[in-house]
């Protein structure tokens, strides 16, 4: 290490424009990867491709042709008939048929087209009325073919659309003074390109409506689009925040320029890293540049710092910058070392876009240190000698009393004097934290990402106020019927066919003789060419359509009546027409719509009975599943007539052995998600289902719901782990278990301290809160391994810790305070963001940075008072001669990642 570190040294004071060249030719390299930027703002990859709740999630869109949806809603409160009037009607269909022509031609695929599929659309003007037609059938008419020119047009189209359950509460709220317009996508990511042209179209409308775009995708979408806006914003901020403060901690322009270059020059070839090797930019790595703009620079500091305090005209500033580095390597190398190492315990997670991040900033950091040791001395090289004049902080004498500096001494007095109620305080801040911990609600909710001003959030409000939800979950159950073919079912069937000729002989005297051939030459082979029971059965009236083909009239109806007879043994075997299946499922409904936990819910049986109360006499009364299967049936085959006949394979597949139960929630909390996944297992618990049914879960709020416990669990498992792998550093480079444990001290009250306090606000536990957990150990520990180190320093100088605190809390503190600020100030732009992450995540890192800082002030120096002997009997002293030969090496030292 001590050959490396001259090695360093030297070429970086002795080669400076090499160094130079050799940054600038790394900038080059890097930055030309950028522009081959991907950006992957679908959240759904937080979930490995191979996780299997995102597996059954897609299976399950393609199994029942699921798209994932825009919500456009209209909303008119003045209107005495809200909505229902001929303007907004008229308006209404206008946006329906702009809707239409959201589509484009698919590059991938130039002969296919992406956008709203407008087969699936559902307005007014493209969905089904359905009332009594002839005797035993129905009538389907568009319910707004056209805008009604006349208020009581208007009115008949409310009081139709409002007949249907199946519209009620989903597409027109039951007060009538909303519409919703729902626009299902080929791709969701294309929904903030939808969001942003419905926006353009709705500016040149007319008229006194609110119109709000929302839906899930939606606000996901726009997430990922304006993430990379708020950088844009937040880094300029917080590198001209730095930069103040820089300039007033050194008064040199021309130094502080070197912290930014290190800063930009980490971010470009980290970035350009990532992308360089294939990686795309997901929500959490476009959060790399703000940490590392303020995370790199922290070795800088040291250095100046250092420098600052060091440099003195006689020395000049090559001895100068010697003294510094030499002094600082090691310990800045130990504390990158264990920033890399608590951002590369995302790594320990299995969540992609984590272990990218953690990987890419880990990175970073490394090759800041790497910078700062080999650019600082050869940027402080390159500088005339008269850009010193006035430099250093024995040319600024007046900086030893500053306020800084006098706050800082009494802050030492009373760590000192104090040192038992001071412990005492933070016992019970502990206390209360490790209580408001355990209140922690782990939850997280889109529409929650974006401030209330923001119109995805104004229109998650007015929308789930008005209908029964724009978040979506499928509820799918499938048939655990057996469906092997067997030889017991096969001499069931045979029995049963039997019997059944028997019973119709006197009608069709030759049915007996029919079964018995048909069984002789159909049964007895079944096993050579079918698996299933429905392809036995459609093999068997095949064989029966080829022997009635030549029969006699009288053989002719026996075959047919056979046929029938087994044509209902087929459909006996699709689960989803048995009647008491379809009650099962309403009454499963009607339990969740009443619990309050879920808005609104729609599936086959609902439509079979809609149909089936049109059939009947359109009375609400008949609203309900017919008693026998033929009547499903019917009911099944008159909605395939409508205009929409493919709705139905949205909710059932065509083999009938699955179904989905489509639920829509106001909220979009995962916790009520949570809540109506229990609320379903208690259901099924209580009210065994009729038939042999299996459910699971499929739909975004249900698998953001997954990722979120998933994450909680990850992040806490990977907390653990950074924080045990950064205690073995510490114990390691004091070579002592003790001064390893207390060097953890700060950060642990700090994490305590905050995350209690998120407890007891009632704040949610969410994917910010968690991720900044692991990364905040990194980060926080630094304070506390400067102090420590220089403690033990200065200790063998002096021998007593009594003479140890005012020197501690002179130049060392003062250094730690600066860092602090610089650091901890440097997250705060983030506060200016639109999104919710990006300001929980500046404000909670600004709180992490100054309380750990803080707290390493207050309560090691306290601790230290307490148990001066137990820490520092092993510590031999040293004598003043051999004081000065070591302090070279030796006295600044904590000054290397405190400055």
Not at 44 to 63: D, I
Not at 502 to 515: M, V, Y
Not at 717 to 737: G, K
Request: include cysteine; glycine fraction near 6%; hydrophobic fraction near 45%.
């Amino acid at each position: 290490m001590k050959r490396l570190k001259k090695a360093m040294i030297g070429y970086a004071v002795n080669h400076h424009k090499m160094v130079l060249f050799a940054m600038i030719a790394a900038t080059l390299v890097a930055g030309s990867f950028l522009p081959r930027v991907e950006i992957d703002t679908d959240p759904e990859n937080m979930l490995k491709k191979s996780e299997p709740v995102r597996v059954f999630h897609n299976q399950t869109k393609a199994a029942f042709d699921l798209s994932d949806i825009v919500v456009l809603g209209v909303i008119n409160e003045k209107h005495p008939n809200g909505v229902f009037n001929p303007a907004t009607l008229k308006r209404i269909y206008e946006l329906t048929q702009f809707a239409k022509t959201l589509r484009w031609e698919d590059k991938e695929s130039p002969n296919r087209f992406e956008g709203v599929i407008e087969a699936d659309m559902i307005a007014p003007s493209v969905t089904d009325h359905m009332s009594q037609g002839e005797p035993g059938t129905i009538k389907f008419e568009w319910l707004m073919a056209k805008p009604p020119k006349t208020e009581e047009e208007a009115l008949l189209i409310r009081d139709r659309a409002l007949s249907n359950p199946l519209l009620k509460g989903r597409m027109v709220s039951e007060d009538g003074r909303a519409v919703c317009i729902y626009l299902p996508l080929t791709d969701k990511l294309l929904s903030y390109r939808i969001f942003t042209e419905l926006n353009k179209k709705i500016k040149d409308l007319d008229g006194n409506e609110e119109y709000h775009i929302t839906g899930l995708p939606v606000a996901e979408g726009a997430v990922g689009v304006e993430m990379f806006t708020e950088m844009g914003v937040a880094s300029p901020l917080s590198m001209l925040l730095v930069m103040g403060l820089l300039l007033l901690f050194f008064r040199k322009w021309v130094l502080i320029v070197s912290p930014m270059i290190i800063a930009t020059f980490s971010i470009i070839t980290s970035m350009g890293l990532m992308i360089g090797l294939g990686f795309e930019v997901h929500i959490l790595s476009s959060m790399l540049p703000i940490f590392l703009m303020s995370i790199a620079i922290v070795d800088s500091i040291h250095v100046l710092s250092e420098f600052f305090d060091v440099y003195t005209i006689k020395k000049g500033r090559k001895e100068s910058i010697k003294e510094v580095i030499n002094t600082l390597f090691v310990p800045m190398f130990y504390t990158s070392l264990t920033t890399a190492a608590g951002f590369l315990s995302l790594t320990l997670t299995s969540i992609p876009p984590a272990r990218i991040f953690g990987i890419f900033l880990c990175a970073g950091v490394m090759i800041a240190w790497l910078c700062t040791i080999m650019f600082v001395p050869a940027y402080i090289m390159m500088l005339p000698e008269r850009m010193f004049e006035n430099f250093g902080l024995k040319a600024q004498q007046k900086e030893k009393e500053s306020l800084m500096t006098r706050g800082l001494r009494s802050i030492g007095i009373i760590t000192h004097k104090y040192a038992k109620p001071l412990l005492a305080v933070f016992i019970v801040i502990v206390a209360a934290a490790s209580w408001g911990i355990l209140q922690t609600r782990i939850n997280d909710n889109y529409s929650k990402r974006f401030t209330l001003d923001h119109p995805i959030r104004k229109a998650d409000i007015a929308l789930n106020s008005h209908f029964g939800g724009t978040y979506t979950a499928y509820l799918v159950l499938e048939s655990e019927k057996e469906k092997k073919l067997t030889k017991e079912w096969v001499n069931k069937i045979d029995e049963k066919v039997t019997r059944f000729a028997l019973d119709i002989s006197d009608e069709f005297k030759k049915a007996p003789r029919l079964a018995r051939e048909l069984v002789s030459r159909q049964f007895p082979n079944f096993t050579q060419n079918h698996i299933t029971r429905e392809g036995f059965l459609d093999s068997t009236l095949e064989s029966i359509d080829k022997l009635s083909a030549n029969a006699s009239d009288e053989e002719y109806y026996a075959w047919q009546e056979l046929q029938g007879y087994l044509g209902l043994e087929k459909e006996k075997l699709k689960t989803f027409k048995h009647p008491e299946v379809l009650r099962y499922m309403a009454d499963l409904q009607e339990y969740l719509e009443k619990s309050g936990l879920v808005g609104k819910t729609g599936s086959v049986a609902d439509v079979v009975r809609k149909v089936n109360q049109e059939l009947i006499d359109g009375k609400p009364a008949n609203f309900q599943i017919p008693d026998k299967l033929t009547g499903i049936a019917e009911c099944y085959l008159q909605f395939q007539q409508s205009h929409r006949p493919q709705d139905l394979w949205h909710m059932v597949t065509p083999d009938f052995q699955r179904a989905n139960i489509i639920l829509q929630m106001t909220s979009g909390n995962s916790l009520d998600m949570e809540a109506v996944v229990k609320a379903v297992d208690a259901w099924f618990l209580q009210n065994p289902p009729p038939a042999q049914l299996s459910y699971k879960w499929a739909g975004l709020h249900y698998v953001n719901l997954f990722f979120q416990n998933k994450m909680f669990w990850e992040m806490l498992w990977s907390f653990l782990q950074s924080f045990l792998i950064v205690l073995v550093m510490m114990t390691v480079l004091f070579r002592s278990f003790k001064w390893g444990l207390l060097c953890m001290v700060p950060l642990s009250i700090t994490i305590a301290g905050i995350y209690g306090v998120v407890g007891i606000i009632g704040k949610d536990y969410d994917m910010p809160i968690a991720v900044l957990s692991v990364l905040s150990i990194g980060i926080a520990v630094d304070f506390a391994i400067h102090f420590l180190e220089r403690c033990r320093i200065t200790y063998r100088k002096l021998g007593s810790w009594e003479k140890v605190v005012p020197e501690m809390f002179g130049e060392p503190a003062r250094a730690i305070s600066r860092n602090v600020m610089v650091i901890a100030i440097g997250f705060l732009p983030l506060t200016v963001a639109q999104l919710i992450p990006y300001k929980v995540t500046g404000l909670m890192l600004f709180a992490i940075l100054s309380f750990s800082g803080i707290i390493t002030l207050l309560v090691l120096p306290a601790v230290l008072s307490l148990a001066e002997k137990s820490f520092f009997k092993n510590i031999k002293t040293t004598s003043a001669e051999d004081d000065k030969s070591s302090s070279v090496t030796g006295s600044r030292l904590v000054n290397g990642k405190t400055a």
